[in-house]
């Protein structure tokens, strides 16, 4: 393929990349930003979400439609009341200490994972599409499930500002964020904001992983790349900032999406992860975000 | 006589506000000096600049004839500005004992060994105390203890009497009065009674700025200065 | 003599007594865990003591294992040649990444390192023609069969194995009791405490923030190299992120803080696993459950409770 539509295609891929890894990021950037603590068990949240979806694809046989939808909407549901519980068993006991958080979602981590690995398997499990419709550009067909995805993508990034800018519920969110004790003053539940930000994150996150899952396959183990790339999204784009996260979710997806296309991962992840501790040291704020008070 | 301590133009922003705006600060070695103002004044600001805890936005710091503005807190520390903390930061996990000793060989040395610096604050009984398990008073005690420690040539003390006892304000006062020919004394307090038994010279700051400077009895009189903050002593 | 020498020495003897006591698949387990005691003796100064919390330790280790690999199969040189250029590796690697790591504080830190040491791991897999990436390296037996003052040291040999383990976790905690006694110990515990006070007491935090680091780091490189040129096998699974968790799990479990906490953690964990490993193949379940209940109950670990429920005087 000539090098033009094969930059396209790249442009393309990127965008896919992009639309998701905004999705996930989302998730994280609202836990870190409202919260200010990191939940390194954030992948599995995708990860379970991917799994469900195969799982309920299954449950309903015949066309892959029906069972898309069920997964569109179970598996958030799942994911974020399993979210919710943690929250309420856990991270409230330990006072959503930075450190112990850390500590205590590494360990969550491991136990969603080695679970996932017991009642799934190892094997890579592959979910059909919704739908298939086979874009026919002159030089390549492209999948037009991906660019709905892409769409999907856009539309929920579009409803959480909507969301937080324009509402109550975002409000009471924003004000949280910006001074816990301050909130609490106002007479903000600042427990229940919590609880409710945490599952809405791991939510986001498995609405994600059912948007991706027709395109990769879901993998006990998948949950560590979109974990570390949320990560640096979230720290680039700024903790606190939801719109310095999608806009460093579009530049790295889309620098991800090309780099792959063209080149090994594995350089690209190096220079990437460099990046983002040397990002960290310089300006521990991220770029857009503001330092918590 | 030769100041120990001079600002030139010492300015600390936040964003827009400017904490401490554009101060010009004299102090003579051995002196008693007390800063006061409204909260907010900028005073706690002006001391961390001094004490290096804060950058700052712009101006000098001079100590001792030497330029110390770029130099960081714990090369103040060593230079000889001690400073106790306005919110009570002893090692609470170790021993009223170990505190002193912590501050005694960090400073600048040949300070007075550590038990006489807890006699001279009247903890030498607690020395093997868990300093967290003392009572609030004494803790602000053995935050002087250790700045004794450091054999201060300038000592900060940021509302020391803050949540003590009146017969334990009295003691302290003594305490700072025994000082007095020893080390330089720059008190930040709220309680007028003790600025005034005190201080040699009072410098009032309001809003970033100083406001006034002078004997204590200049400074009741003054006319910007009731306005401002005093109201009855 | 005190009490807590006197517990390190009854420890010591214990280990050392317990070869003759176990069979052959224990004795290995137990080398095993001693040299990774080391690695989490290391780890527990930086976290413990000083009070950062690493998430990228696993780059130390790793950099300990592949200096002693790589250097016994391609560089020629002899297994003490390698052990000794291992922990020179180790002191580089600590210094310049804590020169850049340390400037970050807080949940920053923990970031920076687990960043860094996923770069380092990366990079292992990046240059597989060399590192033979998860497949490993593997030390041939003749390099592991070598002179050293006129004595052979025969590697290959458990007997050997873990009594040179066991001096080297002698060594390794008895370095860090001193180190913990000694004033720079007391500083650095200060730091750990209240650092904003040690800065105004006169104390240069970053300088003593870095030796603890280079310490941590160097211990680490030592462990791996140990390991390395004792089990003959350095793969990157050793050098990713479940090996920088390990340490602080173990630390964690065993009690931070304490001299003695990391081999009891170690200990403990690697037999918890090694049951798990027999009744199911997600033993990192246990893992996990483990690191979330220690965090909700015994954040002080086991010697760390004890000291402060009941015995005091623990080290």
């Known amino acids: 393929m000539p090098f033009l539509p094969h930059l396209f295609l790249a442009f393309l891929e990127g965008t896919v990349a992009a639309a998701v890894l905004a999705l996930t990021a989302l998730?994280?950037?609202?836990?870190?930003?409202?919260?200010?603590?990191?939940?390194?068990?954030?992948?599995?949240?995708?990860?379970?979400?991917?799994?469900?979806a195969w799982y309920l694809a299954k449950l309903s046989p015949g066309a892959p439609l029906p069972g898309f939808l069920l997964a569109l909407v179970g598996a958030p549901l799942a994911v974020g009341a399993l979210a919710f519980l943690t929250e309420r068993l856990v991270l409230r006991r330990i006072n959503y200490d930075p450190e112990a958080t850390i500590v205590a979602t590494i360990g969550l981590l491991f136990v969603i994972q080695q679970l996932a690995l017991t009642v799934f398997g190892a094997e890579a499990k592959p979910v059909a599409a919704p739908f298939t419709y086979r874009i026919a550009f002159p030089w390549f067909g492209y999948s037009g499930y991906k660019l709905f995805v892409v769409a999907a993508s856009a539309a929920i990034l579009l409803a959480a500002w909507w969301v937080m800018a324009r509402t109550r519920v975002g409000l009471v969110m924003r004000v949280t964020q910006f001074d816990?004790?301050?909130?609490?003053?106002?007479?903000?539940?600042?427990?229940?904001?919590?609880?409710?930000?945490?599952?809405?994150?791991?939510?986001?996150?498995?609405?994600?992983?059912?948007?991706?899952?027709?395109?990769?396959?879901?993998?006990?183990?998948?949950?560590?790349?979109?974990?570390?790339?949320?990560?640096?999204?979230?720290?680039?784009?700024?903790?606190?900032?939801?719109?310095?996260?999608?806009?460093?979710?579009?530049?790295?997806?889309?620098?991800?999406g090309i780099v792959s296309v063209f080149f090994r991962p594995t350089l690209a992840s190096i220079l990437a992860t460099l990046l983002v501790a040397f990002v960290l040291v310089l300006r521990p704020q991220g770029l857009f975000g503001t330092a918590p008070r | 006589m030769t100041s120990l301590l001079e600002t030139q133009g010492l300015s600390r922003r936040f964003g827009g506000l400017a904490a401490v705006a554009d101060v010009d600060f004299t102090l003579p070695a051995g002196e008693i000096r007390a800063i006061i103002g409204p909260n907010g004044a900028g005073k706690t600001t002006f001391v961390?600049?001094?004490?290096?805890?804060?950058?700052?936005?712009?101006?000098?710091?001079?100590?001792?004839?030497?330029?110390?503005?770029?130099?960081?807190?714990f090369r103040r520390a060593r230079r000889g500005i001690a400073y106790t903390f306005q919110i009570t930061s002893i090692f609470a996990n170790l021993t009223v004992g170990e505190n002193v000793m912590l501050a005694a060989r960090g400073g600048r040395g040949g300070g007075p060994p550590p038990e006489r610096c807890l006699a001279r604050v009247g903890l030498e009984a607690r020395a093997e105390q868990k300093a967290g398990t003392l009572a609030y008073g004494h803790q602000r005690l053995l935050e002087v203890a250790m700045g004794l420690a450091l054999a201060p040539r300038l000592l900060i003390l940021d509302e020391p009497t803050q949540g003590l006892s009146d017969v334990e304000i009295a003691g302290f006062a003594d305490l700072v009065r025994g000082l007095a020919g020893e080390t330089t004394i720059l008190l930040i307090e709220h309680n007028m009674q003790v600025v005034m038994e005190l201080a040699q010279r009072i410098t009032v700051m309001d809003r970033g700025a100083i406001l006034a400077e002078g004997t204590p009895a200049a400074i009741r009189a003054d006319e910007a200065v009731q306005r401002a903050y005093l109201g009855s002593v | 003599m005190s009490r807590a020498l006197g517990l390190h020495l009854a420890v010591a003897a214990a280990l050392f007594l317990a070869q003759f006591a176990v069979g052959d698949y224990a004795q290995l387990m137990l080398t095993r865990i001693m040299v990774l005691a080391i690695y989490a003796t290391g780890y527990n100064l930086l976290f413990g003591y000083t009070g950062l919390l690493s998430l990228g330790h696993a780059m130390f280790f790793a950099t300990g294992l592949y200096a002693a690999a790589l250097g016994t199969t391609r560089l020629g040189l002899s297994a003490p040649a390698a052990f000794l250029f291992a922990i020179f590796l180790g002191v580089a690697v600590s210094a310049a990444i804590g020169a850049v790591a340390l400037r970050a504080k807080g949940v920053a830190f923990m970031i920076v390192t687990l960043m860094f040491s996923q770069a380092f791991f990366l990079t292992v897999l990046y240059f597989g023609d060399y590192t033979r990436g998860d497949e490993g390296i593997v030390i041939a037996d003749t390099i592991r069969v070598f002179q050293f003052l006129g004595q052979t040291v025969d590697l290959t040999a458990p007997a050997v194995r873990y009594n040179l383990a066991l001096l080297l976790l002698a060594l390794a905690i008895g370095a860090s009791y001193a180190a913990v006694r000694s004033h720079m110990g007391h500083v650095l515990v200060a730091i750990r405490e209240n650092e904003d006070r040690t800065?105004?007491?006169?104390?240069?935090?970053?300088?003593?923030?870095?030796?603890?680091?280079?310490?941590?780091?160097?211990?680490?490189?030592?462990?791996?190299?140990?390991?390395?040129?004792?089990?003959?096998?350095?793969?990157?699974?050793?050098?990713?992120?479940?090996?920088?968790?390990?340490?602080?799990?173990?630390?964690?479990?065993?009690?931070?803080?304490?001299?003695?906490?990391?081999?009891?953690?170690?200990?403990?964990?690697?037999?918890?696993?090694?049951?798990?490993?027999?009744?199911?193949?997600?033993?990192?379940?246990v893992v996990g459950v483990a690191l979330i209940l220690l965090v909700l109950f015994f954040p002080k670990g086991i010697l760390g409770t004890l000291r402060q429920r009941w015995l005091g005087w623990l080290p």
């Open chain 1, 180 to 256: 816990r004790e301050m909130a609490q003053a106002f007479g903000i539940r600042v427990g229940h904001v919590y609880a409710a930000v945490f599952a809405a994150g791991a939510a986001i996150a498995a609405l994600a992983a059912v948007l991706l899952v027709p395109i990769q396959q879901a993998h006990y183990l998948m949950g560590l790349d979109p974990l570390l790339m949320s990560f640096i999204v979230v720290i680039i784009g700024g903790l606190g900032s939801i719109r310095g996260s999608v806009i460093a979710a579009l530049v790295i997806g889309m620098a991800d």
């Open chain 1, 27 to 52: 998730g994280l950037s609202l836990t870190f930003g409202v919260m200010r603590v990191v939940n390194v068990a954030h992948g599995e949240f995708y990860m379970l979400g991917a799994m469900l």
């Open chain 3, 199 to 285: 800065a105004m007491l006169g104390y240069d935090v970053a300088r003593y923030k870095l030796l603890a680091l280079v310490l941590s780091g160097t211990l680490s490189a030592l462990s791996g190299a140990t390991y390395a040129l004792m089990f003959a096998y350095a793969g990157s699974t050793l050098a990713s992120i479940q090996y920088s968790i390990h340490p602080l799990l173990w630390t964690l479990l065993g009690g931070a803080a304490t001299t003695l906490g990391p081999l009891l953690g170690t200990g403990l964990m690697f037999t918890l696993v090694d049951v798990a490993s027999g009744l199911t193949n997600a033993h990192l379940l």
């Open chain 2, 48 to 73: 961390s600049l001094i004490a290096g805890r804060l950058a700052p936005s712009s101006g000098m710091i001079r100590f001792d004839g030497e330029e110390i503005t770029g130099l960081p807190a």
